[in-house]
């Protein structure tokens, strides 16, 4: 894989780059190179109450638009803003890629 893996660290950075070419080059297998995929992306930002109904109004959606873009329902993104429920696993990633890069990049 030659995916550019932004980690926030530039040692990671590196030691992906560097493990990219190794697998291109065939000294890594696929298995061994997906290791290292996981290693060095960027851990997901945690989300409670707060931050899922900031990131909404700041996306200027309700809470219905924004259960559909993440395939749930609006109960439970009302749950996540009053703080019953916390969102995690899949709507976690998603709610992480939808503050980095907008909304547009998971439609």
């Known amino acids: 894989m030659t995916t550019k893996i932004k980690s926030g660290s530039r040692v ?3 030691v992906h780059e560097t493990a990219a070419d190794l697998h291109r080059l065939g000294f890594i297998d696929k298995r061994k190179m ?3 995929d996981a ?3 960027a851990p997901v930002h945690d989300y409670d109450a707060a931050k899922v109904k900031a990131l909404r109004e700041k996306l200027r959606v309700s809470q219905a638009v924004l259960a559909s873009v993440l395939n749930t329902s609006l109960s439970t993104v009302r749950k996540w803003e009053v703080g019953d429920k916390r969102p995690s696993g899949p709507s976690q990633k998603l709610l992480d890629i939808i503050a980095r890069k907008g909304l547009e990049a998971v439609l």
């Open 12 to 14: 990671l950075e590196a």
């Open 34 to 36: 997906n290791q290292y």
């Open 39 to 41: 290693l060095c992306v």
